[in-house]
């Protein structure tokens, strides 16, 4: 099992700035890839960004530019942080963990082996 416990979200104005914060513990896999989801009500699960143990980085289109991903890998902790936000950014936001370095193709399916609770980012016109 693999816990995920994220940290920083919270509610600013349009065009300011975010940092989320997850850690993972327990009996972590490696190689893995860590990624960042958000999810707002009646809407799919979205993938924003992941990062892989092999320091390979994804983004979507929507956040490109804007999110920056990182990692400590002896940390066992990854980073989100999101600059420009703008009120479509408002949802819930999860950290995730799956085993493997994922691809291109892959990174994006919401397939992830662990999830952690979510921490919400509220972002005011």
């Known amino acids: 099992q693999v816990q995920l416990v994220e940290s920083g979200g919270g509610l600013v104005q349009a065009g300011g700035s975010l940092r989320l914060s997850c850690t993972a513990s327990?009996?972590?896999?490696?190689?893995?890839?860590m990624g960042w989801s958000r999810q707002v009500p009646g809407k799919v699960r979205e993938l924003v960004a992941a990062v892989t143990s092999d320091g390979t980085i994804h983004y979507a289109d929507s956040v490109k530019g804007r999110f920056t991903i990182s990692r400590d890998s002896a940390k066992n902790t990854v980073l989100l942080e999101m600059n420009s936000l703008n009120p479509d950014d408002t949802a819930v936001y999860y950290c995730?963990?799956?085993?493997?370095?994922?691809?291109?193709?892959?990174?994006?399916?919401?397939?992830?082996?662990?999830w952690g609770q979510g921490t919400q980012v509220t972002i005011a016109s």
């Open positions: 327990g009996s972590i896999f490696r190689p893995n890839t």
């Open positions: 995730a963990i799956k085993k493997g370095n994922l691809n291109s193709r892959t990174w994006y399916h919401p397939t992830y082996d662990y």
